[in-house]
């Protein structure tokens, strides 16, 4: 049972999806029939199959009991993507898979994630931005997408970290396939600057680019490190908060 399609207007269709989670492509033609748009939906599994803080095997952790300073953004998921070896590499946006979003805690399959199709969006315009700007990237280099609880208190972040809640991802550019930051600024080095680079389209979109209203959120600079290099903190919050780390 792929769900229910009825039709609610002229042109216009609502799918009523099934109650079985997991992976359902849906194709709209238009009436001529010369194009179509396939869409990929996903039916997460609540929250409330996760016993003692595992679900199928995988350890998701706790979410925090209460929601930070009673803000509704820092209430738990409702459910999380199942994600397979089969459905792993499933096209979410136009130049994002799943796959690029996972913790990287490990673990046998089925894994899961938390994801807010805000932060797809506001990665996708901060993308465009990049190629605006001269630079060829097919995608941007996710670091770090979600993270289960589990995982967020293991590697020691704080409790209410975005990434928990799937709206949260460091980010760079690599067109070359070295794991490293571009030189963005052209200046010979991938260092801070790069990462303020980025940063900074980020901050202008957010302030002239009227679609970035309700993608509102943090934004924190990193400079390298002997293990990595710089990258950038996008989330969508709700609201604004800035901080840098070089």
Same mark, same amino acid.
């Given at each position: @049972?792929?769900?229910?399609?009825?039709?609610?207007? %002229? @042109? /216009?269709? =609502?799918?009523?999806?099934?109650?079985?989670?997991?992976?359902?492509?849906?194709?709209? @033609? &238009?009436?001529? =029939?010369?194009?179509?748009?396939?869409?990929?939906?996903?039916?997460?599994?609540?929250?409330?199959?996760?016993?003692?803080?595992?679900?199928?095997?995988?350890?998701?952790?706790?979410?925090?009991?209460?929601?930070?300073?009673?803000?509704?953004?820092?209430?738990?998921?409702?459910?999380?993507?199942?994600?397979?070896?089969? @459905?792993? &590499?499933?096209?979410?946006?136009?130049?994002? =898979?799943?796959?690029?979003?996972?913790?990287?805690?490990?673990?046998?399959?089925? /894994?899961?994630?938390?994801?807010?199709?805000?932060?797809?969006?506001?990665?996708?315009?901060?993308?465009?931005?990049?190629?605006?700007?001269?630079?060829?990237?097919?995608?941007?280099?996710? #670091?770090?997408?979600?993270?289960?609880?589990?995982?967020?208190?293991?590697?020691? !972040?704080?409790?209410?970290?975005?990434?928990?809640?799937? %709206?949260?991802?460091?980010?760079?550019? %690599?067109?070359?396939?070295? !794991?490293? #930051?571009?030189?963005?600024?052209?200046?010979? !080095? $991938?260092?801070?600057? %790069?990462?303020?680079?980025?940063? /900074?389209?980020?901050? $202008?979109?957010?302030?002239?680019?009227?679609?970035?209203?309700?993608?509102?959120?943090?934004?924190?600079?990193?400079?390298?490190?002997?293990?990595?290099?710089?990258?950038?903190?996008?989330?969508? /919050?709700?609201? $604004?908060?800035?901080?840098?780390?070089?």
């Amino acid at each position: @049972n792929d769900g229910q399609i009825e039709v609610v207007g %002229d @042109n /216009r269709w =609502r799918w009523t999806a099934p109650r079985e989670p997991g992976l359902y492509p849906l194709i709209i @033609n &238009d009436p001529a =029939r010369v194009s179509a748009v396939r869409i990929h939906a996903f039916v997460t599994v609540p929250l409330s199959e996760i016993q003692d803080e595992h679900l199928n095997g995988y350890r998701i952790g706790t979410y925090p009991a209460q929601a930070l300073r009673g803000n509704p953004r820092y209430l738990p998921p409702q459910g999380l993507i199942e994600v397979t070896e089969e @459905n792993r &590499d499933t096209l979410i946006a136009p130049h994002f =898979r799943l796959s690029q979003f996972l913790t990287k805690q490990g673990g046998s399959w089925p /894994r899961y994630v938390a994801l807010d199709e805000r932060l797809l969006l506001k990665l996708e315009l901060l993308l465009a931005a990049v190629r605006a700007d001269g630079i060829d990237a097919q995608t941007l280099f996710v #670091m770090s997408g979600y993270r289960t609880p589990y995982y967020n208190k293991r590697i020691g !972040n704080v409790e209410y970290s975005r990434h928990v809640y799937g %709206d949260a991802a460091d980010v760079f550019v %690599d067109v070359d396939g070295n !794991n490293r #930051m571009d030189d963005l600024n052209g200046d010979g !080095n $991938s260092d801070y600057k %790069d990462a303020d680079y980025l940063a /900074r389209l980020v901050d $202008s979109l957010e302030k002239t680019n009227p679609f970035f209203k309700p993608l509102v959120g943090g934004i924190g600079r990193y400079g390298p490190k002997p293990h990595r290099g710089p990258f950038v903190h996008v989330d969508s /919050r709700g609201y $604004s908060a800035r901080w840098t780390k070089p």
